[in-house]
């Protein structure tokens, strides 16, 4: 620019200077002006623009909380470094998503559970179950996935229904890869096109499509899985009962990263004897149930320790501690809700909590809507709601959130 400039106003130099150089400084200083000005246009633009991406992908991500990319290798290692900073606003999957402020250390539930799904004594009809183990609630649409363990099937049952609809297994006891063996939990993957299972006898994770019954495939082979979670990365988190410990799986499920325990079967802090089910909170914090020790662990995220979230101390004379803990379930407090087939009822352990009280159930077990039989895996809903596997009435009963 100045170079062609220069020579222009060179021919005005003969007649007149100082106009001439005045002309000049004033170009200069308008020269840098504009080149400022466009700068800024420039900026400008390119802001509108990265802002108007940006809202319109989490509007997006809003809409459709989970549905993000197939983790296929190829794009598997993308999606799970760009999403990491949507997810920490659009929180976590549907088990974690327990809003703020619903629930607290004074929650109650109503007393008279609504059974939604089985409930017609043990069978293998639709509507009806087998010894349920595990579930996963979705949020989006209140639908149930049911680990139906004695039927070596996953079921579905959509809000509402009277039935259930087969997703995954049904074809009776076997390691075909068209079945299941008594499987424990059930999970939703991120973008909740496929379902992972945890096919304990199998000794295998199975991944499951919900398009299409056919595909489904070994998603982790050698694993004695029993409870499943998945925390705002997409990342899966096992535990494995025989060998004390929880690993946790990025998208590609390559290799297990140790969370927690894998110190051998013992006591100690950071040990774990049989655990069981498992939660994932929005921090990455994991809550295991640690069957064996009667006691429920937290382990922060990178911790080499867990810490004793409620206590482990059980006596025959006090039966309010947790006896044969299975399902754990934790809310936006920090208050832990256990389940015990020991006891037959749902406990609040708030944090530093010497006692543990019950919140669900009674003393005695039984089919009554106010009773549970055995109870195992837990689910909370958006919006406060409990969900409780019923295990030996065969049922899923949810307990309304009381907000009297
Ligand atoms: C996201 O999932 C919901 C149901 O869970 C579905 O209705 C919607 O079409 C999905 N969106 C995309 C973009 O896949
Ligand atoms: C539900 O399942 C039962 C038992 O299999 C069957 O008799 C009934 O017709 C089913 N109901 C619906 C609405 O599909």
Same mark, same amino acid.
């Given at each position: @620019? ?41 900026? *400008? ?9 940006? @809202? ?43 809003? /703020?402020?619903?629930?607290? #250390? ?36 209140? /639908? ?32 075909? @890869? ?11 993957? #991120? ?13 295998? *994770? ?91 662990? #937290? ?23 947790? *006896? ?20 037959? $009822? ?16 009674? #003393?005695? /077990? ?30 899923? $009963? ?7």
């Amino acid at each position: @620019m100045s170079n062609r400039v220069g020579p222009d106003e060179s021919v005005e130099v003969n007649s007149n200077t100082t106009r001439l150089r005045r002309l000049y400084a004033q170009f200069q200083t308008q020269k840098l002006l504009w080149i400022v000005f466009l700068v800024i246009c420039i900026d *400008v633009v390119i802001s509108v623009v990265t802002i108007t991406v940006l @809202m319109n992908k989490t509007e997006r991500e809003k809409i459709s909380i989970m549905n993000i990319t197939t983790p296929t290798s190829t794009s598997s290692s993308i999606p799970s470094s760009t999403t990491t900073s949507s997810s920490s606003t659009t929180t976590t999957t549907s088990e974690q998503l327990i809003p /703020s402020g619903i629930i607290n #250390k004074n929650t109650k539930w109503k007393k008279n559970a609504i059974t939604v799904a089985g409930g017609h004594e043990a069978g293998s009809e639709l509507n009806q179950l087998n010894e349920p183990w595990g579930i996963h609630v979705d949020n989006d649409d209140h /639908s149930i996935y049911i680990a139906d363990r004695n039927n070596h099937r996953i079921v579905r049952w959509e809000f509402g229904a009277k039935n259930g609809t087969l997703v995954a297994g049904g074809n009776g006891p076997g390691n075909e @890869m068209d079945q299941l063996t008594q499987p424990t939990d059930v999970v939703l993957d #991120k973008e909740k096109k496929y379902l992972i299972i945890c096919d304990y006898k199998n000794r295998r *994770v199975m991944k499951w499509s919900l398009q299409n019954s056919q595909d489904c495939q070994v998603l982790i082979p050698s694993i004695y899985c029993f409870g499943l979670a998945m925390d705002s990365n997409g990342d899966l988190y096992i535990s494995d009962w025989t060998e004390g410990k929880v690993t946790r799986w990025q998208q590609g499920y390559n290799e297990g990263i140790l969370v927690a325990g894998g110190n051998g079967e013992g006591n100690q802090l950071n040990q774990l004897n049989e655990p069981k089910y498992i939660f994932v909170d929005k921090d990455h914090s994991l809550y295991i149930v640690d069957d064996m020790n009667n006691r429920v662990m #937290k382990w922060n995220k990178n911790a080499n320790e867990g810490s004793l979230v409620a206590p482990g101390q059980v006596s025959n004379e006090n039966l309010d501690t947790m *006896v044969r803990s299975k399902g754990v379930i934790v809310d936006h407090e920090g208050n832990i809700y256990v389940s015990s087939d020991g006891s037959h $009822q749902i406990t609040r352990w708030s944090p530093g909590a010497i006692e543990g009280t019950p919140v669900i159930g009674e #003393k005695q /077990s039984g089919s009554e809507p106010t009773q549970l039989q055995d109870p195992h895996d837990l689910s909370l809903d958006q919006q406060g709601n409990l969900y409780v596997v019923d295990r030996n009435n065969h049922r899923i $009963q949810k307990f309304a959130i009381d907000r009297d």
